[in-house]
């Protein structure tokens, strides 16, 4: 059985996801939607990807483009079985009613709040409970590296306070009319940020409290950890229990990647489409044990940690892989994730 | 009596300096050095300074760009009391020999090793131990402004362990040759960064672990605290305390002082010459209390913060007033620091 995927929306996460689709054994991407015929569909045209409008208003634009769509959103709906809602943050919820009138299961993104689907999902920590759901929130990126890197610190040594500060991009690379340019942003100035009461729909027994700041870069996010432990850890201990996982590169300092320019360079000597890095990325350097009390410092890739937590929500909402260890191996290998 | 204070440097801080020198009732701006007859040099003389050359092989290059100078550093040493060495990092220490051939006090800047001077100051912290010395560092921007902070809050609630993230510009809004451009730095990767040990040359007793990033700012630096306090804290009382320090200014994030680039444009409405803001920041909005533990924001502006603290220190060291309260006092009322 192939699961047959629609995505709505084909941005930023969008077109990610529509490619990480393309490489999987066990679904076909029935098509994308976009509501302009810019050159991001064209390309999309061009992989042999079918384009649909995102609504019956916007065909003509196409249409006078020389565009040709197989038609909207609607069109599409009715040959999925699942939807990634890729649309811009709080626009997502808008599309639910359409979604559930077509009677197709639905993933949306982070930018969407918890309540839209009931669930929040990250691979390696919750896969089981999406299993067969038909509404499903896979968490932002900044929640989705905490996730990743939480997860594994607490199933090893048990955390009894995480404290975070993000210092996150201010835009994707290509947003050219968004800022700041040449600001440092509390956002917001108050504590916590939302990430922390997000991380909790994903690990609810984290104690975790969470600062951001928005910086004038485009690569990618970076946070500080300083977490309160059950019990002691080594350096090496940390190192060691962070390296089993695909989803997270311990990287060297010591051989040049020091910084969240040259992770991106290291992405692209690694030969990754669009520099992608769904890896979280943390610092070897900057694992600090002091006994209870350990610091780390780890990279977030924006525009791509989310995608295979994308792919894997659509195989447990599908009950196509009930265990997450499989599914999650399933999409590493396709997408080419861990290994040094 | 009035003391005659020489400044070797005109750059970014010496400039300041020599600015607020000439605003001291007490002290007498002898003259200031520069390296190259730029603009910098050419200003200060239409502003009637003194300018000599860094050194004697200077002097050909004043003379073809048609600046006169009133002579050399050597010159300039034989004219003052105390010099207040404003050279680049780690070029101040070459020049201790020359000052004390010359027998003058000297103030060193935070770019120095603590030993050059074997004093760290910072003027609301320990003032009376410069009293009389011959030899004196002013600590750094970020190392000042967490000094200022971390005194506030230690006297009146006792601080057991701080924990600080720096958030730092990674060049001056001149410097047009440094980075990043578009990255965050660790800075270093590894823990701490260099300014817990330094805030422990200037207070011994705070227990406290820094990280610093760069990122691609030129404006301020921003400073995240976390602090394990003897006591309970109520938010109005840390406000309360903190606003009392005329160096400290709380300001509402709710009339949209809530970034860096808002506090250098409200600096930039007050007034205040090339906008510059000697105060340390506090986001009146971040001060969040957890009973013992607290959190809070504060943003440092680099370039100006360290100038009160070097006319506190020529004071200090020349025994021209031998309190801390009545120094800071003359010293803010000329400057205009304070109020809201």
Known sequence: MKVRVGINGYGTIGKRVADAVLMQRDMILAGVTKTKPNFEARVAKQKGIRVYAASADRLQAFSDAGMEVHGTLEDLLREVDIIVDCTPGKVGATYKPLYEKYKVKAIFQGGEKHDVAGFSFNAVC????????????????????????????????????????????????????????????????????????????????????????????????????????????????????LSKYARIKVVPASEGIDSTAQVIEYARDLGRRRYDMPELVIFKESIKSF??????????????????????????????????????RMTDESLGLGGT
Not at 169 to 188: C, F, H, M, T, V
Not at 191 to 215: E, R, Y
Not at 295 to 316: C, F, G, K, W
């Open 126 to 241: 919750n896969y089981d409970g999406a299993l067969g759901r038909d509404l499903v929130r896979v968490v932002s990126c900044n929640t989705t590296g905490l996730c990743r890197s939480l997860y594994a610190v607490d199933k090893a040594f048990g955390i009894r306070k995480a404290r975070a500060v993000l210092i996150r991009r201010g835009a994707d690379p290509s947003e050219d009319k968004k800022g700041p340019i040449n600001s440092i942003l509390p956002d917001p100035v108050g504590i916590p940020s939302h990430h922390g009461p997000d991380i909790q729909k994903v690990l609810p027994n984290i104690d975790i409290t969470t600062s951001a700041f928005a910086v004038p870069t485009t690569l990618m996010h970076i946070h500080w950890l300083n977490l309160d432990l059950q019990k002691d850890a080594t350096e090496s201990e940390i190192v060691s229990i």
């Open 291 to 328: 006994g209870r009390e350990i610091y780390l410092t780890q990279a977030v890739h924006q525009e791509s940690i989310v995608v295979p937590e994308n792919i894997d929500a659509i195989r447990a909402m599908t009950n196509l892989c009930n265990t997450a260890e499989e599914s999650m």
